[in-house]
Nanobody
Framework: QVQLVESGGGSVQSGGSLTLSCAAS?????????MGWFRQAPGQVREGVAA???????TYTDFVKGRFTISRDNAKNTVYLQMNSLKPEDTAMYYC??????????????????WGQGTQVTVSS
């Protein structure tokens, strides 16, 4: 099983920016992993945020499109989520996920096989 560790979470004021990182270990070829970011607020259902395929194709939920950017650095076995113009409704635990397949998207949560423990993002008004 791939080990994923998220970092970069914290508290920020509305309109601010934050960058999350997800480092993978126990993986032979990171470039073969399709990566995604998901989030879950207390008492709410998990929702997809963004995803990036092995080929670099990205998908985003409409709630973050234009504000968030997902990217990956295969040399560092890391995927990032740059979050700009943060809103209080972005407050949630953010999770990184991986699956060994060419294609994935923010709406394919059921396909991901490995998940991180999450990093908390809190946006105040």
């Amino acid at each position: 099983q791939v080990q994923l560790v998220e970092s970069g979470g914290g508290s920020v004021q509305s309109g601010g920016s934050l960058t999350l990182s997800c480092a993978a270990s126990r993986v032979t070829s990171y470039s073969m992993l399709c990566m995604g970011w998901f989030r879950q607020a207390p008492g709410q259902v998990r929702e997809g945020v963004a995803a990036i395929t092995t080929g670099g194709t990205t998908t985003y939920t409409d709630f973050v499109k234009g504000r968030f950017t997902i990217s990956r650095d295969n040399a560092k076995n890391t995927v990032y989520l740059q979050m700009n113009s943060l809103k209080p409704e972005d407050t949630a635990m953010y999770y990184c996920a991986a699956v060994r397949r060419l294609w994935c998207a923010y709406y394919t949560a059921e396909a991901y096989s490995d998940w991180g423990q999450g990093t908390q993002v809190t946006v105040s008004s």
